[in-house]
């Protein structure tokens, strides 16, 4: 199953949502201008097109693979929802499939239950109050069940390319730990992130900063020495195995 739509170019500018400013106080970072420009040169030609690893096929059904992958793996949801998105891929087929048979598509992901109950009761308020349709504002897509900022987030970068800051597991951890955006909860480090990654970079940020946590700096041992920022983190969990300064880097994916 393919992605909804490919993103532009490196570094392209991406709206902002409306609801997104930036602080004029001083962010919590420990790395200078300079330097976050050169993190995210670096991540832009380590992956140039880094996409989400949810599959889906239109924005209704990245609304629902976002919620069914709170505390889950990508890898875990794509398995269940090739076959549930197969049968249902509209807010209306979805409610005619019904909760029962939703439990039985999804019932090898952690809270099944209660994640097939909210699928059906937000599929019918898009219905109720959206036409079927995927709201385009975080104020509005907030108000369906099982839906948070951090999936609104994503569901406005993904399906409607907005420059947004979805802060899950692997952001929060690598933005205190490399001391990038310190904060003591994800609205904290998602105000942080916003503020001092570089505008030409940030569409593509919220992707480049989860695949580096799941790939590479994970949370119980970093992989230093094929960091490509190695030389420029200031984490005190840094090992001494890393690669000489970086000039330039050859493209590559993951």
Request: proline fraction near 6%.
């Amino acid at each position: 199953m393919k992605n909804l739509k490919s993103k532009s170019a490196i570094g392209a500018v991406k709206a902002r949502p409306a609801t997104v400013s930036r602080a004029r106080t001083k962010p919590k970072t420990v790395y200078s201008k300079a330097e976050i420009e050169e993190i995210f040169r670096r991540f832009s030609i380590q992956r140039p097109e880094p996409k989400g690893e949810l599959e889906h096929v239109n924005p209704f059904t990245l609304v629902v693979a976002v919620a069914l992958s709170a505390q889950a793996t990508d890898a875990g949801v794509n398995k269940a929802t090739r076959a549930l998105f197969a049968a249902a891929d509209t807010p209306e087929k979805m409610v005619a499939l019904g909760e029962e048979k939703v439990r039985e598509y999804i019932k090898t992901i952690g809270l099944y239950r209660n994640k097939a109950k909210n699928v059906i009761a937000l599929s019918e308020k898009l219905i109720a109050d959206f036409g079927g349709e995927v709201p385009r504002t975080r104020e509005e897509l907030i108000t369906l069940p099982g839906v948070g900022r951090k999936t609104a987030n994503v569901v406005l970068s993904m399906a409607f390319g907005h420059s947004t800051m979805a802060v899950d597991t692997h952001i929060f951890r690598i933005a205190n730990r490399l001391g990038l955006a310190p904060g003591k909860t994800p609205d904290e480090v998602e105000e942080q992130l916003m503020r001092i990654v570089p505008d030409h970079y940030l569409y593509h940020a919220h992707h480049w900063l989860i695949l580096h946590g799941r790939y590479c700096c994970k949370a119980r041992k970093p992989e230093c020495q094929r960091c490509v920022i190695a030389d420029i983190c200031k984490s005190a969990e840094k090992t001494n195995e890393i690669p000489a300064p970086l000039v330039e880097l050859p493209a590559q994916v993951i």
